[in-house]
């Protein structure tokens, strides 16, 4: 009873915002989430918003003059064992600054003992929460997108190639739209679960130990792109030691094979993690992938 009260008060606290960046976390169901094993933190995923401000962007002093703005759904790295907020915060504050709405999902963990689909319904909840509620953030429902460093970008790409339509008959309205993102930015992502360039971290947490042939097939997102996969952005790094880049490059290979639409760079220089450029707010530090991004975004109509 506690949680629906909080998740109602989270409502009625975002309709009434100023349109500027908001900090102010709520739990993506209001009850316990599918498969909930506990109670605590750990137990309820999250999403918090980072609105950018207006009257910076376009110099458009309110919200209600606004036209409605992009949005992208933030899937901190971390092995599935932990959130690198670096990934997380960082990437909304950068977004904000190309006029888009930033929310950063706090999805369940391996370290807590979940495994798929636990991630995957965590991300999917998180797409289809922006897109149901978008008028209350000024957000345009069909410029959503999502993406993830690292095993966030497994997370990201396995939503873009794991995606489902809703349930229009469903009793929750958040329920009844679609989780399919409108575009998806994979940084040096974990891609593949099996074969030499799996990363062995990121597939223990996600799956467990010994997990069957069958879901390393299905989790092994390379494999699963099809023509209605939508258009990605993709980065790696040549001196990559924690993810191998051929991650990036068979994903690639993938879209390119199913006729959809991409961006991939392989930058010579940078090691795992890099996050913009940096694990702290550096502007002044930023890696050139923010400026490459930011170009793709401007012309797939996302960015300011």
């Not at 009257?55 to 992009?70: F, N």
């Not at 991409?262 to 707010?281: A, D, Q």
Request: hydrophobic share 40%.
């Amino acid at each position: 009873m506690l949680k629906r009260l909080a998740f109602l008060l989270s409502l009625l606290s975002l309709t009434t915002i100023s349109w500027a960046q908001v900090t102010n976390s709520f739990p993506l169901w209001p009850d316990d989430a599918p498969g909930a094993l506990g109670k605590g933190t750990n137990d309820m995923p999250t999403l918090t918003p980072f609105l950018p401000d207006l009257a910076k962007v376009t110099g458009l002093p309110h919200r209600s003059d606004a036209e409605a703005v992009a949005a992208i759904v933030i899937c901190p790295g971390g092995g599935y064992g932990g959130l690198a907020d670096h990934e997380g915060s960082h990437y909304a504050r950068w977004f904000n600054e190309l006029g888009i709405a930033g929310f950063v999902l706090k999805y369940r963990l391996g370290s807590a003992g979940y495994r798929h689909p636990a991630m995957l319904q965590d991300a999917a909840r998180a797409l289809r929460t922006v897109r149901a509620r978008a008028s209350e953030w000024n957000v345009d429902p069909k410029r959503i997108g999502i993406i993830g460093s690292s095993a966030g970008g497994h997370l990201a790409s396995t939503l873009v190639t794991h995606f489902d339509a809703g349930k229009p008959d469903s009793a929750d309205p958040i329920e009844r739209v679609s989780s399919r993102p409108d575009l998806g930015i994979l940084c040096y992502p974990v891609i593949t679960m099996t074969g030499p360039h799996a990363h062995k971290g990121s597939r223990k947490n996600l799956l467990g130990t010994n997990p069957p042939v069958e879901l390393t097939e299905l989790l092994s997102n390379e494999k699963q792109v099809t023509k209605e996969t939508p258009p990605c952005f993709l980065w790696h790094t040549w001196e990559d030691k924690g993810v191998h880049i051929e991650n990036a490059m068979m994903f690639a290979a993938a879209l390119q094979a199913a006729n959809v639409r991409f961006e991939l760079h392989v930058y010579e220089r940078g090691p795992h993690g890099l996050g913009l450029g940096t694990s702290e707010w550096k502007p002044e530090a930023r890696h050139p992938w923010t400026r490459d991004c930011a170009f793709w975004l401007k012309e797939r109509g996302f960015a300011k």
